[in-house]
C-alpha cells in the first residue's frame, strides 16, 4: 500500500483538508482549473483517501475528453463502486463549502504540494530509520533505497528544475518563425479570427485547413453536421487522414482544446499541426468579461502552441461601437498572437469579398488582407495595403469604417503603426478642409465619413 494512503490526522502529518476541498471544489465549479492544478498536484497530494479517489476519478474524465462537475464525477465514481466511500453526491455538493467567490487555486495548490512532499518526506524517513535499526540489511541496500526514495522530491518541491539548469533560448527547438500560411498562421502561435455571425470566419478558416500541408484537427461545438457536410462540399475538402473534424454529432462532444487526447495527437504529429476551435462562446461557458477566466481558457489554447501547434480560435466580434474587434475582456487581446477581424462585403449575407484587418500581431504584420470568393476559393488580392503611404492607409481605414469615431479611428491606425497623433491630425485636417463629414450620431457621438467625392474610389 502506498504510504500516503495510511495517514492519520491524529498523527501529526502535514494536512490541510481546507484546501484539499476547495481544489476539488473549484475544479467541480468550473473544470477549466483542472490543468492548472494537475500540473502540480497527483493524488498522492491529497491526504484523505476520498479526495484522492475524487482526484483519480476527474483525471478518467479529462483524459476521456469529457466534462468535469459534480454529475459526471458522481457517475464516475458509482462506475467504479466508489461514490458512497467518497461520501455519496451529498459530499460532492459540500465540497465548495466557504469556498472564495473568486478561488485562489495558485494558493490551494501550493498548500497541498508543500503538505504532500513533507508527508512524502517523513514517510521517506520513518522507513529509513525503521532499517537501520533493525540492522539486519546491508547498508549499501538501505542508502541506494534512500536515494531512490527521495529520487524527485526536490524538484516537486521546488515546482520545476532550478535556476540554473534552465536552457539557453538558442538551444530550444521551434524558434524559428515560419509559416502555415504567410502572414495569417504562424507555426507554433495563438491566432484569433472575429467577426459578425455569418461574415465567413468558419468557411475562411476550413479554406485554410483544406490547403495546408499539415495535418489538421477541427474541434467544433458550434456547427450542425449537415453544415459542416455543405461547407466541405463547397470547398471542394472531403475530410480524411489529413483533416479530421470533432464535431457534437459524434458519440463525444468535441474536447476542450487542452483535452489529453488532443494534447497526445499534437505531440505525435509531425508536422505539427493546426487545431480550429471553433468557437470560444461554445467551448467556454464562463463569463467572457472577466479576465482572468478568460485568461485562463486562453492558456487552455496556447497548451498547443507551446507543443509546437498553431492554434486557431474562432470568436465573435464585440457588441460595442468602441469594441467591435472581439467580444469579451480586454484580456482576450493581450493574450492571442494575432487576431484578423473577419468583415463580409457581399450583398445578402453571401460570401463574396472578405477584409481581413489585423488588430493583434507580434509578428510585425499589419494592415488589411483582401480576399474574393468564388466558387469555392478564396483568393487573396495582391494589393498589400500595408505597403501604401500613410496618408492612404488612414483613408482606407475610414472607407472601409463609415461612421466611425475619433477614438476608434485613433485606435485603429495605431494597431497599423500610424500612430494616434497621426490619425488625430488626419481627421482634423480632413473636416477642415472638407474631405471628412463629421456627423453627430446616437449620444451626441461625432461620426466620421469621407466625402462623397473621397469615398468613390475603387479599394
Same mark, same amino acid.
Given at each position: 500500500?502506498?504510504?500516503?494512503?495510511?495517514?492519520?490526522?491524529?498523527?501529526?502529518?502535514?494536512?490541510?483538508?481546507?484546501?484539499?476541498?476547495?481544489?476539488?471544489?473549484?475544479?467541480?465549479?468550473?473544470?477549466?482549473?483542472?490543468?492548472?492544478?494537475?500540473?502540480?498536484?497527483?493524488?498522492?497530494?491529497?491526504?484523505?483517501? %476520498?479526495?484522492?479517489?475524487?482526484?483519480?476519478?476527474?483525471?478518467?474524465?479529462?483524459?476521456r475528453g469529457?466534462?468535469?462537475?459534480?454529475?459526471?464525477?458522481?457517475?464516475?465514481?458509482?462506475?467504479?463502486?466508489?461514490?458512497?466511500?467518497?461520501?455519496?453526491?451529498?459530499?460532492?455538493?459540500?465540497?465548495?463549502?466557504?469556498?472564495?467567490?473568486?478561488?485562489?487555486?495558485?494558493?490551494?495548490?501550493r498548500?497541498?504540494?508543500?503538505?504532500?512532499?513533507?508527508?512524502?518526506?517523513?514517510?521517506?524517513?520513518?522507513?529509513?530509520?525503521?532499517?537501520?535499526?533493525?540492522?539486519?540489511?546491508?547498508?549499501?541496500?538501505?542508502?541506494?533505497?534512500?536515494?531512490?526514495?527521495?529520487?524527485? &522530491?526536490?524538484?516537486?518541491a521546488?515546482?520545476?528544475?532550478?535556476?540554473?539548469?534552465?536552457?539557453?533560448?538558442?538551444?530550444?527547438?521551434?524558434?524559428?518563425?515560419?509559416?502555415?500560411?504567410?502572414?495569417?498562421?504562424?507555426?507554433?502561435?495563438?491566432?484569433?479570427?472575429?467577426?459578425?455571425?455569418?461574415?465567413?470566419?468558419?468557411?475562411?478558416?476550413?479554406?485554410?485547413?483544406?490547403?495546408?500541408?499539415?495535418?489538421? !484537427?477541427?474541434?467544433?461545438?458550434?456547427?450542425?453536421?449537415?453544415?459542416?457536410?455543405?461547407? !466541405?462540399?463547397?470547398?471542394?475538402?472531403?475530410?480524411?487522414?489529413?483533416?479530421?473534424?470533432?464535431?457534437?454529432? !459524434?458519440?463525444?462532444?468535441?474536447?476542450?482544446?487542452?483535452?489529453?487526447?488532443?494534447?497526445?495527437?499534437v505531440?505525435?504529429?509531425?508536422?505539427?499541426?493546426?487545431?480550429?476551435?471553433d468557437?470560444?462562446?461554445?467551448?467556454?461557458?464562463g463569463?467572457?468579461?472577466?479576465?482572468?477566466?478568460?485568461?485562463?481558457?486562453?492558456?487552455?489554447?496556447?497548451?498547443?502552441?507551446?507543443?509546437?501547434a498553431?492554434?486557431?480560435?474562432?470568436?465573435?466580434?464585440? %457588441?460595442?461601437d468602441?469594441?467591435?474587434?472581439?467580444?469579451?475582456?480586454?484580456?482576450?487581446?493581450?493574450? &492571442?498572437?494575432?487576431?484578423?477581424?473577419?468583415?463580409?462585403?457581399?450583398?445578402?449575407?453571401?460570401?463574396?469579398?472578405?477584409?481581413?484587418?489585423?488588430?493583434?500581431?507580434?509578428?510585425?504584420?499589419?494592415?488589411?488582407?483582401?480576399y474574393?470568393?468564388?466558387?469555392?476559393?478564396?483568393?487573396?488580392? %495582391?494589393?498589400?495595403?500595408?505597403?501604401e503611404?500613410?496618408?492612404?492607409?488612414?483613408?482606407?481605414?475610414?472607407?472601409?469604417?463609415?461612421? &466611425?469615431?475619433?477614438?476608434?479611428?485613433?485606435?485603429?491606425?495605431?494597431?497599423?503603426g500610424?500612430?494616434?497623433?497621426?490619425?488625430?491630425?488626419?481627421?482634423?485636417?480632413?473636416?477642415?478642409?472638407?474631405?471628412?463629414?463629421?456627423?453627430?450620431?446616437?449620444?451626441?457621438?461625432?461620426?466620421?465619413y469621407?466625402?462623397?467625392?473621397?469615398?468613390?474610389?475603387?479599394?
Open positions: 500500500m502506498d504510504p500516503v494512503s495510511r495517514v492519520d490526522l491524529a498523527h501529526g502529518l502535514p494536512v490541510n483538508a481546507d484546501a484539499e476541498r476547495f481544489v476539488l471544489g473549484s475544479i467541480l465549479m468550473d473544470d477549466m482549473f483542472y490543468p492548472a492544478a494537475a500540473a502540480d498536484l497527483s493524488a498522492d497530494d491529497f491526504s484523505l483517501e %476520498k479526495h484522492r479517489r475524487i482526484w483519480r476519478r476527474m483525471a478518467n474524465l479529462q483524459e469529457e466534462r468535469i462537475d459534480r454529475v459526471t464525477v458522481a457517475n464516475e465514481l458509482h462506475n467504479h463502486d466508489e461514490l458512497e466511500a467518497c461520501g455519496g453526491l451529498s459530499y460532492l455538493v459540500s465540497l465548495d463549502d466557504g469556498l472564495p467567490q473568486i478561488p485562489n487555486l495558485d494558493s490551494y495548490v498548500i497541498l504540494h508543500d503538505k504532500g512532499t513533507r508527508r512524502r518526506i517523513m514517510y521517506a524517513c520513518r522507513d529509513l530509520n525503521s532499517r537501520c535499526a533493525s540492522e539486519c540489511e546491508d547498508l549499501r541496500d538501505i542508502i541506494d533505497s534512500g536515494q531512490e526514495l527521495f529520487t524527485g &522530491i526536490p524538484a516537486r521546488q515546482g520545476s528544475r532550478s535556476i540554473a539548469d534552465i536552457p539557453s533560448v538558442r538551444d530550444c527547438a521551434g524558434g524559428e518563425v515560419a509559416y502555415i500560411r504567410e502572414p495569417e498562421l504562424p507555426r507554433g502561435s495563438l491566432v484569433a479570427l472575429t467577426g459578425d455571425a455569418s461574415s465567413g470566419k468558419s468557411t475562411l478558416a476550413t479554406a485554410w485547413a483544406r490547403d495546408a500541408a499539415v495535418p489538421v !484537427l477541427i474541434l467544433d461545438r458550434e456547427n450542425p453536421l449537415a453544415i459542416i457536410r455543405e461547407r !466541405l462540399a463547397r470547398l471542394g475538402s472531403p475530410d480524411g487522414p489529413m483533416l479530421r473534424i470533432w464535431g457534437g454529432w !459524434l458519440t463525444a462532444e468535441a474536447p476542450l482544446p487542452d483535452a489529453a487526447v488532443v494534447v497526445d495527437w505531440r505525435t504529429s509531425d508536422p505539427k499541426p493546426l487545431v480550429i476551435i468557437s470560444l462562446s461554445a467551448f467556454y461557458c463569463d467572457q468579461n472577466d479576465a482572468g477566466e478568460m485568461r485562463i481558457f486562453l492558456h487552455r489554447c496556447r497548451r498547443l502552441a507551446d507543443l509546437g498553431t492554434a486557431l480560435l474562432i470568436h465573435h466580434e464585440g %457588441k460595442a468602441t469594441a467591435k474587434d472581439y467580444r469579451g475582456s480586454s484580456d482576450f487581446k493581450a493574450a &492571442i498572437d494575432c487576431g484578423y477581424h473577419v468583415a463580409n462585403f457581399g450583398g445578402d449575407g453571401r460570401l463574396d469579398k472578405l477584409v481581413l484587418r489585423c488588430f493583434k500581431s507580434r509578428f510585425g504584420f499589419s494592415g488589411e488582407l483582401s474574393e470568393y468564388a466558387g469555392g476559393r478564396f483568393v487573396r488580392c %495582391k494589393a498589400a495595403e500595408s505597403q503611404a500613410p496618408i492612404e492607409q488612414l483613408r482606407r481605414i475610414l472607407r472601409l469604417q463609415p461612421g &466611425i469615431t475619433a477614438r476608434q479611428f485613433e485606435e485603429l491606425a495605431n494597431t497599423r500610424l500612430g494616434r497623433n497621426r490619425a488625430r491630425n488626419y481627421l482634423a485636417d480632413g473636416v477642415l478642409s472638407g474631405a471628412i463629414q463629421r456627423q453627430t450620431g446616437p449620444g451626441k457621438t461625432k461620426r466620421h469621407l466625402s462623397v467625392s473621397e469615398g468613390s474610389d475603387a479599394d
